[in-house]
């Protein structure tokens, strides 16, 4: 995946300095708002969450049962610490077909801040295991920082400076899931302070591989 991370960036491979970033950015406010809004869990969903990190996310769902994947090892580690207790079932690594053939479907699948670090082909990729692991009935959620006409400058220049080198504009993410999920639906997110902007997209209806 092409990031960058060397320099300053490296720190962010540790769980406390992203944490820390994260609550600088008023990450807690917004998680609760991801899930209320958009994620929208019920009750006794299996909910696959790809690019976990620390597996924040999962104290917003309910009594859910939750699997994480997480490259960074560090940050499972500190996730299964902080979700003792909870359904929550974590790894370190990549979601693969090896993976994706573990657990079965879910109801709910969470792919946060992940595209924007990937190419299309590998993209591509994902969307199509995921399309795999998806219940007819079930949804999969994305949500990544996104290039948009008329965009506040402090936001955009934010957004240039992330670790992710592949950014796009709404069409350009709703292209990556076409060809996986019928229905591929989003909205754009302003935050006022610190400027951001989200995208967040809603797939649904699996399509059939080839």
């Not at 309910?62 to 580690?77: K, M, S």
């Not at 990729?125 to 007819?136: M, S």
Request: proline share 7%.
């Amino acid at each position: 995946m092409a990031e960058r991370t060397s320099g300053p960036w490296s720190l962010l491979t540790r769980p406390w300095a992203y944490e820390a970033l994260q609550a600088l950015l008023g990450a807690e406010r917004g998680r609760q708002d991801f899930a209320d809004r958009h994620l929208r869990p019920r009750p006794g969903d299996r909910v696959l969450d790809i690019g976990c990190g620390t597996a924040s996310l999962a104290r917003y769902l309910g009594p859910v049962t939750y699997v994480g994947y997480e490259p960074n090892a560090d940050y499972v580690v500190q996730g299964q610490a902080e979700n003792a207790g909870r359904d929550v079932t974590l790894h370190a690594g990549y979601f693969d077909a090896a993976a994706a053939a573990r657990y079965g479907s879910f109801d709910l699948v969470i792919v946060s801040a992940v595209l924007h670090h990937m190419d299309d082909s590998q993209a591509d990729e994902l969307f199509r295991l995921l399309a795999l692991v998806t219940k007819p009935e079930g949804r999969v959620v994305t949500l990544d920082n996104v290039y948009v006409p008329d965009q506040n400058p402090i936001a955009r220049l934010i957004i240039s400076m992330d670790r992710g080198r592949n950014v796009r504009s709404p069409d350009g993410y709703a292209a990556l899931a076409r060809p996986h999920f019928a229905s591929c639906e989003g909205v754009v997110q302003h935050r006022a302070w610190v400027p951001y902007t989200f995208w967040i997209m809603e797939c649904r209806e699996p399509l059939p591989g080839p």
